[in-house]
């Protein structure tokens, strides 16, 4: 077939029409310019891509709560409506995320994530990206994107565009309103943030250890353009001088597919149940598209899905994912040459190869109206990029061998340009089997376990991560070499030798080998690796690089496994009432297992100080009774919770079982409480840390676990909402918790200081909720049709002017307690507030 040469625009212009009235471009916008595109991936037939003849229409009609529903004839304008309605909804966060991963904080923001306090953390970050190449591989595989792909993209820039050039920068939410850095995005601009996003649990933390990464004999980060003056890597270095953790939001889900075994109908079932932050890059936002005869999914997505619904449902299928144990990522020790003194060729097959040098560019803003220009350069093998852990992953000399050693970093989703086309596959999924199609075809959902379940009840779990696919004879040999068993371990990172390329992967693991269980009871996740998706099929044999097998659960697991285990209310079969119960119902796996062994214990040592960990003498009755009146859930009335959950902070850190873990039982073990000093011990610990805040020990949850959003400015609104809800420590399946480190984006926000190794905060007077369950829903199918409930338990928008900027979060406030979802038309149509015909021409 004939290569397709399209010319295209940014911003499809100017004719609309509406039930409302909307403010106009105005004159002198002036839409960003887009190359021409050379399509050599042509989609096939009966999904149209473009637009005809360059015109998109899009009609939008929101529903209560503020859920956009998108109908179009065509990909292209499907993107166009979608990509409009999020932008009124949260385009502070995806301009943010676009300057982000374009290395542009710097020009924009300063050096500095903190103002003015050194931490040079938007310099470090510019050139981090710069370094893996993000915006590079956007502009060069563009055209390897399917015609689909290139449709939804193009389609869903121009949408957000028209939203900015209609509504005007100055009035626009206020977190961003009038910022320079606020301006129409390109289609590379949101390949650019798919890029980024992709490598969120992998090579975008190792940012810092690639700006520490120079030659032995260098000293500089890197140097002013105009001056030569270098940039200290000394302060720098203090801050990234260990491992960097993959998962620094701490994302987690649930997720249960119920097939036809344990359904009451019959019929499929699903729980979609992820946890991740409230504020920044990682919100989901909510919304239906239609492409009538073509495409119908509800659901949710992660900003910049340019309508695609990463958790959702259609007609047939159901899907969900969770935050999957895989290593994305693998680090290779490269063996330098010794013969080149700089440190820059590494011994290859018993060759010398040289290093790939890299010339980098930012410009950073010095002032209201100035800049500096700052070049370094990275160092690159086949492996991948050089990266440097100060004392740890070193270049040049070895603190374990005593060798010259360099590390590199080989990241699975560098590139990854089959994220589009996977989740289009999923939303068009008829089946089961043409579900798990996709991940024959694709490795496009980057780090997620998937569930799905259909609406005949067959049930599916895969992990589908891009896994690198290292050879089973280089996993033979690296399994029995004792000096990368130990790096690894003592690393947590897997670590492989990169002097043979027998250790080079070959791209990523393919579907086959990756594990995978079909049932027609159930599969599960909640975080724990593959092996007990299903407790009556254990998982084995697969790459050790998918994670553990045989491992201990986590008590959220153990939660989950318990209450499948107990069935539903139908002869132990589960209605959607069941599922909805399950996700809300704020139960605590360790409550269930310790309590009343606890409040035993703590009753018999009555008044008797004991010492807690700070050396202190505590009377632990106060906490003992607080912890009798308590009912063992993390509900807004429950009295006591706040003591146990401190108990469980510390118990978690030592826990004291009777029975111990036995990998022949992982659903049962370990279990009884050890009744002995250490267990009063955690417990006088949790009471003094209480009232050292300034809290009684006996506040019900609701009085001291709250949800305060900040102003735009970035100061708390003093807004507390109470919330309701358990936390990973004690074993809770519906998770909330105090996340105060970075979220990803540069918006203002307030934070509370937790005292340590705690979620408590003595400022904020108890739990300020940040993070957990966000897009959560239990639905069904059923001969009518799907049937689902569910939340977005932050609300639509980011927009604190919005309607729908605090609606479903005061609703959850109020009580936990889900809404109702709408699928069919009619449904829809009964439930419109706001309806909005987009039109427009897009020149290709």
């Not at 040999?477 to 003592?490: C, E």
């Not at 132990?572 to 606890?598: P, Q």
């Not at 009684?696 to 009085?703: Q, Y």
């Not at 979220?743 to 203002?748: M, R, V």
């Amino acid at each position: 077939m004939a290569k397709q040469h399209f010319k295209r625009s940014l911003l499809a212009t100017l004719v609309t029409s509406s039930t409302l009235v909307l403010v106009g471009c105005g004159d002198g916008y002036d839409p960003a310019p887009v190359d021409d595109v050379v399509i050599t991936n042509p989609a096939p037939t009966g999904l149209i891509s473009f637009a005809p003849n360059g015109q998109l229409a899009a009609d939008i009609t929101w529903t209560d709560y503020g859920v956009p529903y998108v109908n179009a004839e065509n990909l292209e304008s499907l993107g166009y409506g979608v990509g409009y309605a999020f932008a009124r909804d949260n385009i502070c966060i995806l301009a943010d995320q676009v300057i982000k991963f374009n290395s542009q904080r710097s020009m924009y923001l300063g050096p500095d994530r903190v103002p003015g306090s050194g931490d040079s953390d938007n310099i470090v970050n510019d050139f981090g990206f710069l370094a893996l190449g993000i915006r590079d591989n956007a502009e060069q595989g563009f055209d390897q994107l399917s015609e689909h792909s290139q449709a939804l993209i193009t389609g869903y820039a121009a949408g957000y565009n028209r939203y900015l050039a209609d509504t005007g920068v100055d009035h626009i939410d206020p977190q961003c309103a009038g910022q320079p850095w606020v301006q129409p995005i390109t289609p590379i601009d949101l390949v650019t943030y798919a890029q980024g996003v992709a490598l969120l649990p992998g090579a975008a933390n190792f940012t810092g250890p690639l700006f520490l990464a120079v030659p032995p004999s260098e000293t500089s980060g890197a140097t002013n353009k105009a001056t030569g003056e270098g940039l200290a890597l000394s302060p720098i270095a203090a801050q990234h001088a260990t491992i960097p953790d993959t998962n620094p939001t701490e994302s987690g889900s649930n997720g249960w597919a119920i097939g036809k075994d344990l359904s009451a109908t019959g019929q499929g079932m699903l729980i979609a149940n992820p946890h991740f932050p409230h504020t920044g890059n990682q919100r989901f936002w909510q919304f239906g598209v239609e492409i009538p005869g073509e495409l119908k999914v509800v659901g949710g997505s992660l900003s910049g899905m340019p309508g695609i619904v990463n958790i959702g449902f259609n007609e047939n299928v159901a899907w969900t994912h969770t935050f999957s144990t895989a290593s994305r990522f693998t680090l290779h020790r490269l063996t330098l040459d010794p013969e080149v003194p700089q440190g820059t060729s590494y011994v290859l097959d018993g060759e010398s190869v040289p290093m790939t040098k890299k010339y980098h560019e930012i410009q950073v803003a010095t002032g209201p109206d100035s800049f500096m220009t700052l070049q370094r350069s990275s160092y690159h093998s086949e492996f991948g990029p050089i990266i440097v852990v100060p004392n740890t992953l070193t270049w040049g000399n070895d603190p374990f061998t005593g060798g010259q050693v360099a590390y590199a970093l080989h990241d699975a989703n560098l590139p990854n340009f089959e994220l589009f086309d996977h989740w289009l596959g999923m939303n068009r999924a008829d089946s089961i089997d043409s579900y798990k199609q996709t991940f024959v075809d694709y490795t496009g959902t980057v780090f997620n376990n998937a569930m799905a379940v259909d609406k005949d009840g067959n049930a599916f779990f895969t992990d589908g991560s891009s896994v690198p696919n290292i050879v089973p004879e280089a996993l033979a040999a690296w399994s029995q070499n004792p000096l990368y068993q130990g790096l690894t371990q003592q690393a947590g990172l897997f670590i492989f030798p990169g002097d043979e390329r027998l250790y080079l992967p070959q791209g990523t693991v393919p579907f086959a080998q990756a594990p995978q269980l079909e049932r027609t009871d159930f599969v599960q996740n909640s975080n724990d690796s593959f092996w007990l998706t299903n407790p009556a099929a254990p998982i084995s044999g697969v790459s050790p690089l998918w994670g553990p097998v045989g491992n201990e659960q986590s008590f959220r697991s153990r939660m989950g496994q318990k209450m499948l285990a107990q069935g539903g209310s139908v002869d132990g079969k589960f209605t959607r009432e069941d599922l909805m119960d399950r996700l809300i119902n704020n139960r605590a796996w360790l409550s269930e297992a310790v309590l009343a062994d606890l409040v035993e214990h703590c009753q018999a040592r009555g008044t008797t100080p004991v010492m807690s960990a700070t050396g202190t003498s505590v009377d632990i009755s106060t906490g003992c009774q607080a912890l009798a009146q308590f009912d063992g859930r993390m509900n807004l009335d429950s009295v006591g919770a706040m003591m146990f959950r401190e108990f469980a902070t510390e118990f978690r850190r030592q826990p004291q079982w009777q029975v111990a873990y036995d990998p022949a039982q992982p659903v049962t073990t370990p279990h009884t409480l050890a009744q002995n000093a250490i267990v009063l011990q955690q417990l006088a610990t949790a009471q003094e840390r209480i009232e050292n805040a300034g809290l009684a020990v006996d506040a019900p949850l609701g009085a001291v676990q709250f949800v305060e959003r900040s102003l735009p400015n970035g100061q708390p609104s003093g807004q507390k909402l109470p919330w309701g809800g358990a936390n990973n420590v004690e074993g809770g399946f519906n998770v909330f918790r105090s996340n105060m480190s970075n979220d990803g984006t540069a918006l203002p926000r307030h934070t509370y200081p937790l005292l340590p190794g705690s979620d408590l905060s003595a400022a904020a007077g108890g739990y300020h909720i940040t993070y957990g369950s966000s897009w959560m829903f239990a639905m069904e199918f059923t001969d009518e049709g799907p049937v689902a409930n569910g939340l977005l338990s932050y609300s639509q928008a980011s927009d604190s002017r919005s309607d729908h900027y605090l609606d479903q979060t005061l609703l959850y406030s109020a009580e936990p307690q889900l809404r109702t979802l709408h699928f069919q038309q009619e449904d829809i149509a009964a439930a419109a507030v706001e309806q909005l015909s987009l039109t427009g021409e897009s020149v290709r």
